[in-house]
């Protein structure tokens, strides 16, 4: 074989993983319970020796789910204050993580069970997703768009609170009205033309 063949080779292995990956994630985020693998090798259209070549377990499944999300909330932040305002950019991101929390829904149990083990810190994760949120957050004392008295852990309890009372899929209308009145709470308030002394 030539050695030309090979980086092509990896190069379609790694687009196949990463379509099994993207169909798993839609899958997770849209199941009310815990889909089987044959169900995801079937909404990918490959076969089951497929989908078992490129994660031999559910778990490897799920943790690669669970490590891609935790990256694109990371990344993010950045990328989204990179073309937005700050307050649009936490507003833009509380999709995302709408999103995370929809995906982890659908592979809970199996997520679960890999955070009792240590298969997963989710201690590390969670303080990864605190810092995209200070980013933000620091961003936003800056311009002036956002308070500067807010935590990051009490933006990461409200989005958590309101994506329990309104749970995506289903709910997004609600959701979307609850991220908006957080929004409102997350901006300085201005009296007489000047923001109020919250706002940093």
Known sequence: MPDAEVPARRADATRNRDQ??????????????????????????????????HFPTRESLVDAVYRDQVVRLTTGARELLGRLA?????RGWMDLFGDWIATKN???????????????????????????ITTILDAGREAGDLRGDVLAEDVAASLIGIFTVAPRPGHEAQAGRLLDLLMDGLRPVVTSGRSSPSSG
């Not at 149990?109 to 997963?120: F, K, V």
């Open 20 to 53: 099994l990956l993207a169909v798993a994630t839609r899958v997770f985020g849209s199941a009310d319970a815990e889909p089987s693998m044959r169900a995801i090798a079937r909404e990918a259209g490959v076969g089951i020796a497929t989908l078992y070549r």
């Open 106 to 132: 659908g592979m809970l149990d199996t997520l679960l069970a890999m955070i009792e083990s240590g298969e997963i810190a989710h201690g590390a994760t969670r303080a990864e997703l605190l810092t995209a």
């Open 86 to 90: 700050p307050a649009a950019a936490m």
